[in-house]
């Protein structure tokens, strides 16, 4: 198992790189950069865009040396000056290369926009992706796994009829929708005021007991990960149920029963193992599913200051330094995660193993 591990950590580098490389070379072409966000923002145009779609008629037959459309009006050696300040002056490949060097020792560089580093900034953001990822996945497997293994029980009965109806349509509905859904109910919108309608915290957190930071926390917590949660549960009960009757089904089970096993002990001591396989080590991979993909829209509705949010932010101010910074953390995160699910194989069902599957 030592040299299938090294051999995954070792392809995490150029994987890095290539997703790196990928999205560094798409915003050469990208308009809008920062040096243009400034310029528009100093000559009072707002947003940049803006500027860009209302001038692209005056660029025609215009010199192509004109690099910058917003800084007509400012003086080359300002323009010059910001290009130095951000490293623009410098070919693309020497940027690049140089960026990677710098995040393989972790250093994210300063935000443009922001005056505080990107490392800082990701782990001031990073509790409340992990408060959305971590509660969402393992609520989805306290109340799926016990679900699915009731339905494989009684497959084919009324419990497992309107069960499977009740969960799919709980799938159905987008998480942003149900996010709004329990804003209004239970937030103030229109009925009931039972929860905060925005934050992790409140204001006077810090003069609370110990007992009472739990509280408050847990009381601020329940709508987002109620909402990062809802569409979990349709895939993880079903795959917990089917795997669970693919295992009823085999010969072991039948002749453990033959032998006058009770039906418990046999579900419990020799199929949990086997079905379970499959479903426990996807833990890693439903974590990181809802702490990248879910978190942005829902830390908007909520009002948390995440990691989604702040990438969606510094994508559209075009804050390189943290949308690289974020892409890098997030890419080795994930790419972390695949070693980690594979190793979850191995401590479930010690049974496999991946270097005969390689040779």
């Known amino acids: 198992m030592g040299p299938y591990i090294v051999r995954r950590l070792l392809l995490v580098i150029p994987t890095l790189i ?3 490389v990928i999205n560094f070379s798409l915003t050469q072409f990208v308009p809008g950069g920062p040096i243009e966000q400034i310029l528009a923002e100093l000559e009072g145009k707002g947003d940049v865009f803006e500027t860009i779609s209302g001038s692209a008629s ?9 690099k910058y459309i917003g800084g007509r009006g400012l003086p080359q050696e300002f323009i010059e000056q910001l290009e130095r300040e951000f490293g623009f002056d410098k070919p693309p490949l020497e940027r690049f290369i140089s960026m990677m060097l710098n995040y393989l020792r972790f250093d994210f560089g300063e935000s443009y926009f922001r005056s505080i580093g990107v490392l800082d900034l990701v782990l001031e953001k990073l509790p409340v992706s992990v408060t959305l990822g971590l509660w969402s ?20 009965s009324t419990f497992d009829t309107w069960t499977s109806a009740t969960i799919i349509v709980a799938y159905a509905i987008p998480g942003f929708l149900f996010a709004i859904l329990l804003l209004v109910l ?22 609370l007991s110990a007992f009472g930071k739990v509280v408050d926390y847990l009381w601020h917590i329940t709508l987002p990960v109620l909402a990062s949660t809802i569409s979990s549960f349709a895939t993880l009960t079903l795959l917990t149920k089917n795997s669970f009757l693919d295992e009823i089904k085999k010969q072991y089970v039948i002749t453990a029963k033959a032998k006058g096993i009770s039906e ?13 396989l499959i479903v426990i080590s996807g833990f890693p991979g439903l974590f990181l599913g809802v702490f990248l993909s879910g978190s942005l829209i829902i830390e908007t509705i909520f009002s948390l200051d995440g990691l989604g949010r702040l990438a969606f932010e510094a994508t559209v101010a075009r804050d390189y330094p943290v949308v690289f910074g974020t892409l890098y953390f997030f890419g080795l995160i994930g790419l972390t995660v695949g070693i980690l699910s594979d190793l979850m ?15």
């Open 186 to 207: 239970f937030a103030g919108g229109s009925y009931f005021q039972f929860f905060p309608l925005r934050g992790l915290t409140s204001d006077n957190f810090e003069d």
């Open 18 to 20: 290539g997703i790196m």
């Open 58 to 66: 005056e660029t025609i037959g215009n010199s192509t040396d004109e």
């Open 345 to 359: 194989y191995v401590f479930v069902d010690p049974r496999i193993d991946f270097e005969s599957r390689d040779s």
């Open 137 to 156: 996945t393992l609520i989805a497997y306290m109340v799926s796994i016990p679900l699915g293994i009731s339905k494989a029980m009684r497959d084919g």
């Open 264 to 276: 418990r002990r046999v579900l419990y001591g020799h199929v949990f193992r086997n079905a379970m």
